[in-house]
């Protein structure tokens, strides 16, 4: 089953040139579960990326645009009055997708961004007074603006936490860019897209959930992974710079959250053991959107990339895990 999923890696590869953390990190999200909050300029292929995702695995898909004026029943529907029988019939809203592309949610007000917490936490929208399951694939991949520009806003702290992985994106290279125009004059003309070797669909994609979820992590990496989320609570311990920098930790949704993306990673690679080097990969997006920095770290110019590199640093791989990791290794 991992070849499959590689072909589809390769595929999103051949539709969405350069972005190969984004294309990687939504195989992750996909192959966990886990949301993922997608933050950068517009016009860098993020709604392509997800619409090809979907299709590659036949799931329905639905982008919703966030707005200040968007009501809660406009996102997870509400009840309509039919006229034929008099009765109130419920009409589902765009929610109920198994892949849902958030597009600047940012944007969204309070009363919005409540209701769409309960559907990422619970997996369920409640209205009118009755409570209805969503797909059980359900996966939100959100996008937001940079806060500078003219009207965003901050995400709540508990809505933020409810992402697995916050993914920065950034402007394609000039050979990035240059094939992206040939791309685009490809299509223009006519010619064939890339077609995927091998269609999966929903059955398959939570069978591999049970997978990821059963890869080997030896006591060692799992303490490791404990010590990195751990830091980020006392990191004036590890570094005196780095008193007063961070206003609050993260919480052990982190230490969940690096545990299925460092073992998604490691399935991805064809292994069935994680290894430090796949935790060290995925703990900055993992981290990123879950440490608030102070004025005083705004002040002597840290960000949150910054405090996790310097985490990584200091914080030692357990004495008892192997150097080289091997095949055989992962037995157990």
Do not use: C
Not at 21 to 36: A, K, V, Y
Not at 224 to 232: G, S
Not at 265 to 271: E, H, I, V, Y
Not at 277 to 283: C, G, K, Y
Request: cysteine-free.
């Amino acid at each position: 089953m991992q070849s499959e999923f590689l072909a589809l890696k390769q595929h999103l590869q051949s539709v969405i040139v350069g972005q190969s953390s984004l294309l990687e990190r939504m195989m992750i999200g996909l192959l966990t579960g886990g949301h993922i909050l997608l933050e950068g300029p517009p016009g860098l292929a993020k709604t392509t990326a997800v619409k090809a995702l979907s299709q590659g695995v036949s799931a329905s898909f639905q982008r919703i645009q966030f707005t200040p004026d968007l009501m809660p029943g406009d996102v997870m529907g509400s009840d309509i009055l039919d006229p034929k029988t008099g009765q109130l019939v419920f009409v589902k809203g765009p929610i109920f997708h198994e892949i849902v592309l958030a597009d600047e949610i940012n944007r969204a007000p309070p009363k919005v961004q409540s209701a769409l917490l309960e559907a990422m936490a619970e997996k369920q929208v409640t209205a009118g007074g009755q409570t209805r399951p969503l797909p059980e694939l359900f996966l939100v991949l959100a996008t937001q603006n940079p806060l500078e520009q003219s009207g965003t806003y901050p995400l709540p702290e508990a809505q933020l936490d409810r992402f697995m992985l916050h993914v920065v994106l950034d402007y394609p290279s000039e050979e990035e860019e240059l094939k992206i125009l040939q791309l685009d004059r490809q299509r223009h003309f006519g010619e064939d897209k890339p077609a995927l070797s091998t269609q999966l669909t929903p059955e398959k994609v939570l069978q591999a959930r049970k997978q990821v979820a059963e890869m080997f992590v030896s006591p060692a990496v799992e303490r490791y992974m404990v010590a990195l989320i751990a830091a980020t609570r006392k990191l004036d311990q590890l570094d005196e710079r780095l008193t007063h920098v961070v206003e609050i930790g993260a919480s052990p949704r982190a230490s969940i959250s690096l545990l299925h993306a460092a073992s998604a990673k490691a399935w991805l690679a064809g292994r069935d053991f994680v290894t430090p080097d796949d935790v060290a990969e995925v703990l900055p997006d993992i981290l990123r959107h879950r440490l608030a920095i102070s004025f005083t770290g705004r002040a002597h110019q840290w960000t949150a990339d910054k405090v996790i590199a310097r985490m990584l640093e200091l914080v030692a791989v357990p004495a008892d895990v192997s150097e080289n990791f091997s095949e055989d290794s992962s037995e157990g």
